[in-house]
């Protein structure tokens, strides 16, 4: 099973709102990954698990906070967002995080912010 | 830091016409990887180059990675209407972080590729 799932598909909030994005991998991955996507643009790291250590901050504001329960479960809490944060949020993994292997993506989360 | 630059940004083919897209980086790689993202899709890992010089293929796709490992080019040989989508090249740079090393995967800007019926 090679599938990255995440939840839910459209997201529409307030900038007063508070909400989650999930991410779900069962292929034993140890390193997780947001990216955050704006149209016509590549993928854009946000944050990095590796062995459910947060291993690398983009230096992403604070209203974004990642949070990782265990090694196949990967959440990005939302609150006090901006319009600007509209995008694509794609969740990854891959084996360790050793930058030789692999990212598989999943479908992505697509967010308005109102 | 390190760069990809990835060229040309659109391409828009006939049907049947072949198509190249090159990637190169500012620094040393010790490999690159290539995705595609069809229109409303998320990227989709095609292949991984490691070697000086690899060439692979995957039927009418040849991906090749440089002698000296920073760059790269796809060639899809007659275009048809399902290779519609963005490719993207990607390099992995070291991050420094906590006295620990990690990766991170650096992008090309991606080229879209439209093919006409």
Redesign the interface.
């Known amino acids: 099973d090679t599938e990255v799932t995440q939840t839910p598909k459209h997201l529409v909030m307030g900038m007063t709102n508070k909400k989650s994005l999930k991410c779900e991998q069962h292929m034993g991955h140890r390193a997780m990954y947001w990216y955050k996507q704006k149209a016509k643009k590549p993928p854009e790291l946000m944050f990095v698990y590796s062995y459910e250590k947060l291993s690398i901050n983009e230096s992403v504001p604070s209203r974004f906070s990642p949070e990782c329960p265990n090694s196949s479960l990967l959440n990005l809490h939302l609150h006090a967002l901006q319009p600007e944060d509209s995008a694509l949020y794609l969740c990854a993994s891959s084996q360790d995080g050793q930058g030789v292997e692999t990212q598989y993506f999943g479908p992505g989360t697509r967010l308005l912010v109102l | 830091g390190q760069q990809v630059m990835q060229i040309p940004q659109y391409q828009h083919v006939q049907e049947g016409e072949d198509f190249t897209t090159y990637c190169n980086s500012s620094t040393t790689l ?2 690159i ?1 290539w ?1 595609k993202q069809r229109p409303g ?5 095609l292949i ?1 180059l ?1 070697k000086s010089g690899e060439v692979k293929k995957q039927k009418r796709l040849t991906f090749q990675f440089g002698e000296a490992k920073k760059n790269s080019s796809l060639h899809i040989t007659a275009t048809q209407t399902t290779d519609v989508g963005t490719y ?1 090249c990607a390099g ?4 420094e ?2 006295g ?1 090393s ?4 650096t ?4 080229t ?1 590729l439209t093919v006409n019926p």
Do not use: C, D, E, I
């Open positions: 010790s490999n990887q995705y899709g998320h990227p989709v890992f991984q490691v993207f992995p740079r070291g991050v972080m906590g620990g990690n990766y991170k995967l992008f090309g800007k991606g879209l």
